[in-house]
């Protein structure tokens, strides 16, 4: 037998995920399988869109050794006798209560003995044994967890997720995955560079607008856009003046520049008609940009929408405050998002943004609009969604209130219901066209 051996000498390379000649970057790896099952799942075989959005929590699921029991639902931890030590419903732990519900007081599985490495795989469990089936358990707990059966009636998605795997041996299977937006610059004349990442696709295509001090990177950006990818929609995330990644000084912004910055967005990058997701201020800004370009706007999803909020906190500020601000010309904004405590806001930027505010009548919009709000929301009262829903001269509005939301709506169940909100949307529309 030779003392050396070159892989240059090899015909085909086989590797295994044991890390034998190579060390495998499994977190990448595991979320690209996934990324791929969920899409399959989403696209061709009718499953929730809520199996595409992961928190970084939920891949703390994936480990070896799990048996998937197929007729309850259930991920269980057995002792090397067959006891079910820990149990989940999907991902949501059983409590022992539970367990010996369903297993008896002894908590002994059944099919226990025929359980033999990597051939404990039938119509009833399955034996999560190698690092490549993890992606896949993560799934099927998502599945069961959007699932619902009535008492007695067994889980029957395994024939979905075998389907998904084929799926994956395919050449092709990655190649929506691959379709990642990449950083790129609008030019403008005579005005600053804007960053934006863009994903081709079908139309409606949905545009986010971040808030003030924000980015085109936030948590619900970067969702929606997996989101998009999985329905084959265009999706575009951009970055306003002075901000993230685009040219521009921030301390001379102002809410008719960003309006701006909206419109070159979708008179320049955008194809067909959009539906506009607007963040905080960039639910003022859609708008604004709904009633600029009303031909290019099929619909509306304002998250916490600070309409006109600069103007309103201003102007409750005491009289003798207002004064002081006027006469210095800078406005220290309180904002626990900063690590100062504040934003230095020029007093021209609170005079300026009076020329864009919408609340003091009717706002000319016609699409459908949708409006999230969470009611522990400290900086942006929920009320302020109620008024303009009451301003928009359009029948077609709905105000989703969430009763422990906040602010910044960013939290697994608030990003859920902004996925499901531009779901029926879409739907709504393609129906309707």
């Known amino acids: ?29 595991n979320k690209l399988i996934y990324e791929s099952f969920a899409q399959y799942l989403v696209s061709e075989k009718g499953y929730s869109a809520e199996l595409l959005c992961v928190s970084p929590e939920e891949w703390d699921f994936c480990s070896k050794g799990l ?20 149990a989940a419903h999907g991902t949501k732990s059983m409590t022992v209560e539970e367990i010996e519900e369903v297993y008896g007081e002894k908590r002994e599985w059944k099919h226990f003995n025929a359980i033999n490495g990597t051939y404990a795989r039938s119509a009833k469990y ?3 044994d190698n690092h490549f089936d993890l992606p896949s358990a993560l799934l099927c707990a998502k599945v069961v967890d959007c699932i619902e059966v009535t008492e007695g009636q067994k889980y ?42 863009k994903l081709k696709g079908k139309s409606p295509g949905v545009i986010f607008l971040p808030g003030f ?20 929609h265009s999706f575009i995330r ?22 701006k910055d909206v419109l070159h967005v979708l008179d320049s990058l955008a194809e067909g008609p959009q539906i506009l997701v607007g963040s905080s201020m960039g639910g003022w800004l859609m708008l604004l940009a709904a009633i600029a370009r009303p031909e290019k706007i099929a619909a509306l999803v ?33 904002s626990k998002y900063n690590e100062q405590g504040f934003y230095d806001m020029p007093y021209s930027f609170i005079k300026e943004a009076e020329n864009h505010c919408l609340l003091k009548g009717p706002i000319p919009i016609t699409c459908p609009v949708r409006l999230i709000h ?3 929301d400290e900086d942006v009262p929920w009320h302020v969604s109620v008024e303009v829903g009451d301003c928009i001269l359009n029948a077609d509005v709905d105000i989703i209130l969430r009763k422990h939301g906040q602010h910044r709506m960013s939290e697994k169940d608030d990003i859920k219901l902004i996925v499901y909100t531009i779901d029926d949307l879409i739907d709504k529309l393609t129906t309707l066209g």
């Not at 916490?304 to 002081?324: I, S």
Request: net charge negative; hydrophobic share 35%.
């Open 238 to 259: 951009f970055d306003y003046t002075g901000s993230g990644s685009s040219e521009g000084d921030f301390t001379e912004c102002t809410i008719g520049g960003w309006k």
């Open 1 to 29: 037998m030779a003392n050396s051996f070159c892989l240059s000498q090899c015909d085909v390379i086989g590797f295994d995920l044991d890390h034998t000649l190579c060390r495998y970057q499994l977190h990448e790896s």
């Open 156 to 197: 029957d998605f395994w024939k979905d997720i075998v389907a998904a795997i084929e799926h994956n041996y395919k050449t092709t299977a990655f190649k929506v995955c691959r379709l990642k937006s990449t950083l790129q610059y609008l030019t403008r004349q005579d005005l600053p560079k804007l960053a934006y990442q």
């Open 67 to 86: 048996v998937l029991d197929l007729e309850e639902g259930n991920f269980l931890k057995l002792a090397t006798d067959g006891t079910i030590l820990r």
């Open 126 to 128: 399955y034996f999560y």
């Open 302 to 334: 304002g998250i916490a929408p600070a309409v006109d909020h600069f103007v309103t906190a201003f102007n409750q500020l005491p009289l003798e405050e207002r004064k002081a601000i006027e006469e210095k010309g800078q406005w220290k904004f309180p």
């Open 374 to 376: 969470g009611m522990k």
């Open 213 to 232: 001090a924000s980015d085109m990177n936030a948590q619900k950006a970067v969702a929606l856009e997996e989101f998009c990818k999985s329905l084959g």
